[in-house]
């Protein structure tokens, strides 16, 4: 997997932003962040160290390293989690609450741009999966 450039570049932005936070959690690897279906509490991680997977149902949608967005829609929706996030290293995340997420947004306007890229990338990328489904779908028809 090749690392662009601009992910390096926020990872090293995130990593000065995070780096003397309080809330850290430490994953070891094989451990998850958490579960698809799980009610989830209001707050996003940001991967500051180490490799993680995210799936939905047992597919594997993405892997995320350092400077990653992750668990976003539940700060957002305060819905169930819509995917499982399992470290596949050690992995250093950040905890970002409402409350901090909103005091970052005033402070570090680039954390919300940021955030909403993420789920803009994701949502492109599952459209197309959805648009790869179709078209198998078409071609065995």
């Known amino acids: 997997m ?6 390096r570049k926020r990872a090293m932005l995130f990593y000065e932003l995070f780096r003397n936070e309080p809330s850290l959690i430490d994953l070891k690897a094989g451990d998850s962040l958490f579960h698809e279906g799980e009610r989830a509490k209001p707050c996003l991680y940001v991967l500051i160290e180490g490799e993680a997977k995210i799936l939905v149902g047992n597919v594997l949608v993405e892997r995320s390293g350092p400077g990653a967005i992750i668990g976003e829609m539940a700060l957002i929706e305060h819905e169930a989690r819509s995917a499982t996030v399992l470290a596949e290293s050690d992995c250093r995340l950040v905890e970002i609450d409402r409350e901090r997420f909103l005091s970052l947004i005033s402070q570090a ?5 940021e ?3 993420t789920m803009a990338s994701r949502l492109r990328h599952t459209n197309e999966l959805l648009r790869e489904q179709e078209l198998a779908s078409a071609g065995c028809a």
């Open 109 to 113: 306007p680039f954390f919300a741009v």
């Open 2 to 7: 090749t690392v662009r450039t601009d992910t």
């Open 115 to 117: 955030v909403m890229r």
